[in-house]
C-alpha cells in the first residue's frame, strides 16, 4: 500500500511541476490578466458610448431615439441602432489598444537603446 501511495504522490507532483511549467510557458497569467481588463474595457466603453456619444446621435437622427433607428425591406425590419453602437464601441476599444501598444513599444525601444 505504500509503494502505491509513493507512485500517486510522485504522479501528482511530476503533474503539478508540468502545470506549473505550461502557465509560465505560454503567459497564462498574463493572458488571463488581459481578458479581465479588457472585459472592464468594454463595460466602460459601453457606458461612454451609450451615455455620451448616442445621446449626441440621438438629437441628429428623426425620433430622437438611436436604438430604435431601423428601416424595413421586403417586410424584414433592420435595426442598426445597435449595430452603430457596436461599432462605436469597437472603435473606441481599437484605438484605446492602439495608443497604449504603440506607449509600450516605444518604451521598449527606448529602453533597448539604452
Known amino acids: 500500500m505504500k509503494i502505491e501511495k509513493k507512485k500517486i504522490t510522485e504522479k501528482v507532483s ?13 503567459n497564462v497569467l498574463e ?3 488581459g481578458v479581465v481588463i479588457g472585459g472592464a474595457l468594454k463595460d466602460l466603453t459601453a457606458s461612454i458610448v451609450d451615455g455620451l456619444i448616442m445621446p449626441i446621435i440621438g438629437i441628429l437622427t428623426p425620433t430622437g431615439s438611436w436604438k430604435t ?10 435595426k442598426i ?16 489598444v492602439f495608443i497604449v501598444i504603440n506607449k509600450i513599444l516605444r518604451i521598449e525601444k ?3 537603446k539604452k
Do not use: C, Q
Not at 511530476?14 to 505560454?26: C, D, Q, S
Not at 433607428?69 to 433592420?78: H, K, N
Not at 441602432?81 to 481599437?94: E, K, Q, R, T, Y
Open 69 to 78: 433607428i431601423a428601416f424595413t425591406i421586403a417586410g424584414s425590419e433592420f
Open 31 to 33: 493572458l488571463s490578466i
Open 81 to 96: 441602432g445597435n449595430l452603430i453602437s457596436s461599432v462605436i464601441n469597437f472603435l473606441i476599444i481599437a484605438l484605446f
Open 14 to 26: 511530476g503533474h503539478k511541476n508540468e502545470f506549473l511549467e505550461f502557465l509560465k510557458n505560454y
Open 110 to 112: 527606448i529602453d533597448k
